[in-house]
């Protein structure tokens, strides 16, 4: 992931992000030790599965943790108490009336490295996070998505 592109990220994002981090550069990097070092009693290195399996965890840990540094060295935290509260940005929960689907729905907006659909957690860069941003309560927009268009009624703008 060598992009040295910066990467929005809300608060929340940032501090999940940097948590990890942690918890690889000290928890999980003592553990993998622990278990090299139990897996070397076993004997025989060249036949040892749990020795293998020990440094394929620390090779994909390692892996991660450099992933993880390079995200956290490229982030831009925005800060969302200077943002205007009644238009879509980074930060919003934005309460939204699918029209197709006849059904309300609240997003939340992060940065794309946030980004989990089955929690509405969106991207200001997916499809529909592009159309919302900027957007105001009543206000409706229309988004060409893979499978056809939608339009959405913005009912409520606010902060998490």
Same mark, same amino acid.
């Given at each position: 992931?060598?992009?040295? &592109? ?15 981090? %942690? ?16 897996? &070397? ?6 036949? %040892? ?23 956290? $060295?490229? $982030? ?28 309300? +729905?609240?997003?939340? +907006?992060?940065?794309? %490295?946030?980004? %989990?659909?089955?929690?509405?957690? +969106?991207?200001?860069?997916?499809? +529909? ?25 913005? &009912? ?5």
């Amino acid at each position: 992931m060598a992009n040295n &592109k910066q990467m929005l990220y809300t608060a929340e994002g940032y501090k999940v992000l940097t948590d990890e981090l %942690n918890y690889l550069k000290t928890t999980r990097r003592e553990e993998i030790k622990e278990a090299i070092a139990v897996a &070397k009693g076993f004997g025989d290195l060249s036949e %040892n599965a749990e020795y293998d399996e020990a440094r394929n965890e620390q090779a994909k840990t390692e892996a991660r943790i450099k992933e993880l540094e390079e995200l956290v $060295a490229n $982030a831009v935290v925005v800060d969302e108490t200077k943002l205007d509260t009644s238009v879509v940005s980074l930060g919003s929960l934005v309460t939204v009336y699918d029209v197709e689907e006849d059904e309300e +729905i609240t997003y939340s +907006i992060v940065g794309s %490295n946030e980004a %989990n659909p089955m929690e509405y957690k +969106i991207s200001d860069q997916s499809p +529909i996070g592009k159309a919302l941003m900027g957007a105001k309560a009543g206000d409706t927009v229309v988004i060409e998505v893979p499978y056809g268009t939608i339009h959405m009624e913005i &009912k409520n703008v606010t902060r998490k």
